[in-house]
Each structure stands twice: as structure tokens, then as C-alpha cells.
T-cell receptor, first 113, second 114 residues
Framework: AQSVAQPEDQVNVAEGNPLTVKCTYSVSGNPYLFWYVQYPNRGLQFLLKYITGDNLVKGSYGFEAEFNKSQTSFHLKKPSALVSDSALYFC???????????FGSGTKLNVKP | EAQVTQNPRYLITVTGKKLTVTCSQNMNHEYMSWYRQDPGLGLRQIYYSMNVEVTDKGDVPEGYKVSRKEKRNFPLILESPSPNQTSLYFCASQQGGGQGYEQYFGPGTRLTVT
């Protein structure tokens, strides 16, 4: 069975500090990995994706993520957090030759001034 | 403006009363999908559609129906809603059926079944 795990329900970080939101996955096949952000009362917005190639991918709003095949991880990072980054973050996976998407349970990021 | 729209945004109904949540996209996307979001569970895919007249089950299809008669529309039908279908529902669309494309999400529909 395919699955995505976000081990932290909540991550707290001070503004200006680096942030990491963790994601690990378990799939049978080659994964396509995505990060989305959800602000209160809004739909999900795409941040970045890994399809193939360079393991470090850069996305919107200064976010980046590193694909680690051996650790089956795709952690989201940002060098310097902003208060406006506070939101709910979801990791998602889709497997090559399969049509379904699988999402993690979400991680609430709190950035304090 | 490229967007996915859903209606209604909020709905309170009673057990057993059939309802439809509409979803429409203006991006000529082939792939469309419905999700439900529940606390602690993230998003779970209900149904998806690869193109007109092509639909398939996601992970939690029980109690739901869909149809795709036009490329732009993908309504979600609850023929006999039950309280365990109280949730936040999202429609999403994606360019093409390829696995590498990201999805665009609608604003959500909050459904309460009493």
C-alpha cells in the first residue's frame, strides 16, 4: 500500500530561523512528490515538486525540498522563516503508472515574531 | 483567471437527503479529482477522472458518486448522506493525466450532515 507520513503535527520556529517540515513516503514504484500549503479557509496551493533529476528542488516563496531516495524522504525547508509562512503544509505522492494521489496528514507550521 | 470553483461553499443537510456539490475548472484540464479533508487524516481521494466519461475510485469512494459528462465539470453526488460524511471537500484539476503535473484546488465545501 502507498502511504505518506508527516511525523510532526506541529512545528514551531522563530522568525528568521531556518525551518524544516518532514515527510517520508512508502510506495511501490517511482514516486512523484509534491508539497502544498493551505492557509485558513482556503484551498491548497502548490509549492514545489520532485519528478526526476536534481534531488534539491526549489519552489515558491523561497521554499525548497530535498528528495532522498535511500531514506524515502522529501523534507520541506526554508533558510529563513517568515511569520506569513504560518500555515498547514501537506506532502503528497503519486506513483508512476498509478493514477491516485496520497497525502500526508499535514503539519501546522507556526512562525513566531 | 484560471481557477477551480465549487458550489456551495457551505452546506448543512439532514441524513438521507440527496445532494450535489458542483466543481468546474476553466483551464481545459483533463484530470479532475475529489478529496475529503478530516483532522488528523489529511486529504483522502474519493474519486478521480482521467477525462470525459472516464472515472475511477480513489481510496474512500463509499457513499459517493461522480460523473464527467463535460471536460470542465466534475460534480460530486451524495445520494443518501450520513453524519460520517461531514467533512471539508475539495475538488482539484490537473493538466493532462501525466503523473508529474501538480493539481489546482478549489476553495472547498464544508458539509455538515445532521
Amino acid at each position: 500500500a502507498q502511504s505518506v507520513a508527516q511525523p510532526e503535527d506541529q512545528v514551531n520556529v522563530a522568525e528568521g530561523n531556518p525551518l524544516t517540515v518532514k515527510c517520508t513516503y512508502s510506495v511501490s514504484g517511482n514516486p512523484y512528490l509534491f508539497w502544498y500549503v493551505q492557509y485558513p479557509n482556503r484551498g491548497l496551493q502548490f509549492l514545489l515538486k520532485y519528478i526526476t533529476g536534481d534531488n534539491l528542488v526549489k519552489g515558491s516563496y523561497g521554499f525548497e525540498a530535498e528528495f532522498n531516495k535511500s531514506q524515502t524522504s522529501f523534507h520541506l525547508k526554508k533558510p529563513s522563516a517568515l511569520v506569513s509562512d504560518s500555515a498547514l503544509y501537506f506532502c503528497a505522492v503519486r506513483v508512476y503508472n498509478f493514477n491516485k494521489f496520497y497525502f500526508g496528514s499535514g503539519t501546522k507550521l507556526n512562525v513566531k515574531p | 483567471e484560471a481557477q477551480v470553483t465549487q458550489n456551495p461553499r457551505y452546506l448543512i443537510t439532514v441524513t438521507g437527503k440527496k445532494l450535489t456539490v458542483t466543481c468546474s475548472q476553466n483551464m481545459n484540464h483533463e484530470y479532475m479529482s475529489w478529496y475529503r479533508q478530516d483532522p488528523g487524516l489529511g486529504l483522502r481521494q474519493i474519486y478521480y477522472s482521467m477525462n470525459v466519461e472516464v472515472t475511477d475510485k480513489g481510496d474512500v469512494p463509499e457513499g459517493y458518486k461522480v460523473s464527467r459528462k463535460e471536460k470542465r465539470n466534475f460534480p460530486l453526488i451524495l445520494e443518501s448522506p450520513s453524519p460520517n460524511q461531514t467533512s471539508l471537500y475539495f475538488c482539484a484539476s490537473q493538466q493532462g493525466g501525466g503523473q508529474g503535473y501538480e493539481q489546482y484546488f478549489g476553495p472547498g465545501t464544508r458539509l455538515t450532515v445532521t
